[in-house]
C-alpha cells in the first residue's frame, strides 16, 4: 500500500501524458489523489504532439510519453536524466469487432495470410510519427506486403488510439493495430492477441520530472507512486507490463 501522507499543502500537478497511457492514468490518477492529497491536472496528445507542446514552451510538471521522446527533453535540459523514471512497457495487438472470428496472427506468416485475407484494416497514420503507425508500417514493409494493403488500409481521420478501435467497433475496418492496452479499453471490439514475437517491438514508458516543475516534491511523490506494487496491479489489469530502468 502506497502512503505518502497528506501533504501540508496539496498541490496541483500538471501532467502531458501520450494517449498510449490513458488506460492507466485514468485509473491510477484518482488512486494517487486519494493517496497524496495532491490533485492531477492530466492532459493527454499523441506522443509527438506531446513532445511539440513542450518544444513550443508549453509548461508541465510531469511528463509521461515513450522513453525514448524523452531525451530531446533531457538533451535540451528540460529534464534531468536522473529525473526520468520508466515504469511500464506495452506491445502492439490485433482486434477486430466483438463476436467476429478471431484470425490467426501466431507467426510472421500467419499474420501475413491473415491481413492480406482482410478486406480492411486501420492503424495509425505513420505520417503522425506515432509509435505504432511508425512501427506497423515496418511490419508491413518487412513481410512484403506494403503495396497490397494501401488500398485496404483506413486510417483515422483523429489522433488517439480510441480513433483505431472506432473503425473496427462500428465495421470501416475489419482488423485493427496499436498498442494492446489501448485496444481492451474500447468498446465494441475484442484483442485478438499481439503481434508475433519476432514482429513486435515494446513501447517502454517513463515519466520525467520537467526541469521547471512548480513542486517538485508532489511530481516525485506522483513518480514514486507509478513504480509502486498498487500501481503495478493496475498497469497488468491494463494489458501492460511493469518496468524497470
Given amino acids: ?29 484518482p488512486k494517487f489523489e486519494r493517496a497524496s492529497g495532491h490533485q492531477l491536472a492530466i492532459t493527454f496528445d499523441s506522443g509527438p504532439a506531446t513532445v511539440k507542446r513542450v518544444q513550443g514552451g508549453e509548461t508541465a510538471d510531469v511528463v509521461i510519453i515513450p522513453r525514448e521522446r524523452i531525451d530531446g527533453f533531457v ?23 466483438k463476436g467476429a ?15 492480406l485475407a482482410a478486406k480492411s484494416i486501420t492503424y495509425p497514420d505513420p505520417a503522425r510519427g506515432t509509435a505504432t503507425g511508425t512501427h506497423f508500417a515496418k511490419v508491413l ?40 492496452q489501448v485496444l481492451i479499453s474500447v468498446a465494441g471490439i475484442e484483442l485478438v492477441g499481439l503481434l508475433p514475437d519476432d ?20 511530481s516525485k ?10 500501481a503495478a496491479i493496475v498497469i497488468k489489469a491494463k494489458g501492460m507490463e511493469p518496468a524497470t530502468p
Fill in 75 to 97: 538533451k535540451d535540459g528540460k529534464a534531468a536524466a536522473g529525473n526520468v523514471t520508466v515504469f511500464a512497457r506495452s506491445g502492439f495487438g490485433v482486434a477486430v469487432r
Fill in 101 to 115: 472470428p478471431k484470425p490467426d496472427i501466431s507467426s510472421p506468416e500467419a499474420l501475413k495470410r491473415t491481413l
Fill in 221 to 230: 511523490a506522483l513518480v514514486n507512486f507509478l513504480r509502486t506494487p498498487e
Fill in 1 to 29: 500500500m502506497f502512503l505518502v501522507g497528506i501533504a501540508a499543502e496539496a498541490a496541483e500537478v500538471k501532467v502531458l501524458a501520450a494517449f498510449g497511457i490513458r488506460p492507466v492514468m485514468e485509473d491510477l490518477g
Fill in 141 to 180: 514493409d518487412r513481410l512484403g506486403i506494403a503495396n497490397e494493403m494501401k488500398q485496404k488500409t483506413v486510417f483515422p481521420k483523429i489522433a488517439g488510439g480510441a480513433a483505431v478501435g472506432a473503425l473496427v467497433a462500428n465495421g470501416e475496418a475489419e482488423i485493427g493495430v496499436l498498442q494492446g
Fill in 199 to 218: 514482429l513486435q517491438n515494446a513501447v517502454v514508458f517513463a515519466a520525467a520530472i520537467m526541469a521547471g516543475a512548480k513542486d517538485s516534491e508532489a
